[in-house]
């Protein structure tokens, strides 16, 4: 960064993969949260709110590092707590079904993250594939797209749509984890406003100054 430079560029945040990927987060609970949770009920708004508020405070953190490195943390962080917000409301969602929960070693994990879906529509075509497979390797007939399938070999819609989520959501976590420890670092080694305020005045004033004071260095000495 030029030091000469009193606010930096800054509010690119729509070229963050965080936010590109906190966004898709909170395109799959819309899309969730319609089909498997009452309209009408508090889950629906909580957990809408807490994907909306992970995007919102990224794009909001974003704008604010121009002017306020602190401001942008805070917020980068809000944005990071609303979304483990939202993951324990999908482990919800699951424990009070008796819906398994994906291990970390579970490779439909990996298969999701590697298929690097940029849409809701994708996520639910996965979702659908993944189904449509466990459908065929298990017991027809017992999946139910209500979630009370009690068949070990074959997964429901709502199991395996919110445990993408799920995966989804701890993509968002680690990149916003690895965003604050960024700023955190920048922030320490740059300062933030007032730090760059004192920076721009201090050159500009010794730029200005001629070094070399004097008799007979004045322009006009002759």
Request: some cysteine; hydrophobic content about 35%.
């Amino acid at each position: 960064m030029d030091d000469r430079t009193l606010i930096p560029k800054h509010g690119g945040y729509r070229k963050l993969r965080s936010f590109q990927i906190a966004q898709l987060c909170y395109d799959v609970t819309v899309r969730f949260c319609d089909r498997y949770i009452d309209r009408r009920s508090r889950t629906h708004d909580q957990m809408v709110q807490a994907a909306r508020s992970g995007v919102q405070n990224i794009a909001e953190g974003s704008k604010a590092s121009g002017t306020s490195k602190k401001f942008e943390i805070k917020l980068t962080n809000v944005a990071r707590a609303s979304l483990e917000e939202l993951r324990l409301d999908y482990e919800d969602f699951l424990r009070h079904r008796g819906l398994p929960l994906w291990n970390r070693e579970d490779p439909r994990r990996a298969a999701l993250i590697s298929r690097r879906c940029a849409t809701a529509e994708a996520v639910a075509l996965w979702v659908r594939e993944v189904r449509g497979r466990s459908g065929q390797n298990g017991l027809h007939g017992h999946g139910r797209d209500d979630g009370t399938s009690t068949s070990s070999t074959s997964s429901s819609y709502p199991e395996i749509a919110a445990n993408a989520a799920l995966v989804l959501i701890g993509v968002a976590c680690g990149l916003l984890d690895r965003q604050i420890a960024a700023q955190a670092a920048a922030f320490e080694t740059e300062g933030g406003f007032t730090e760059r305020l004192h920076r721009v005045r201090s050159q500009r004033r010794f730029s200005g100054r001629n070094p070399w004071p004097g008799p007979g260095n004045s322009s006009t000495a002759g």
